[in-house]
């Protein structure tokens, strides 16, 4: 399984970006994906996350901002990122759990800066 994730960029606070990860390579239909996020000297965190089927969940710093979805039919995923600030500015990574597989996949990862 490959993930490549692109929407990345450069924006002002407040503005907004749309990340999209596609994942190949026949993941299994029943997986989650999640975006992660790390900024310089801290460890990953995740940001949002999506099972194929169930409720999406949110960290703290995200909610009412990120919003995640799918399209299972494509294997993608997006974060729609609002109200961007700051502390938002990190690297991001495309996340999926194969649940088959019992394996996690990383996708490259996506600099998001917001400047003040």
């Known amino acids: 399984v490959q993930l490549q994730a692109s929407g990345g960029g450069s924006v002002q606070a407040g503005g907004s970006l749309t990340l999209s990860c596609t994942a190949s390579?026949?993941?299994?239909?029943?997986?989650?994906m999640a975006w992660y996020r790390q900024e310089p000297g801290k460890q990953r965190e995740m940001v949002a996350r999506?099972?194929?089927?169930?409720?999406?969940y949110y960290a703290e710093s995200a909610k009412g901002r990120f919003t995640i979805s799918r399209d299972n039919a494509k294997n993608t995923v997006l974060l729609q990122m609002t109200s961007l600030r700051p502390e938002d500015t990190a690297v991001y990574y495309c996340y999926l759990f194969d649940s088959r597989l019992s394996r996690d996949f990383w996708g490259q990862g996506t600099l998001v800066t917001v400047s003040s």
């Open positions: 999506a099972p194929s089927s169930g409720n999406t």
């Open positions: 390579g026949n993941p299994f239909p029943m997986n989650t």
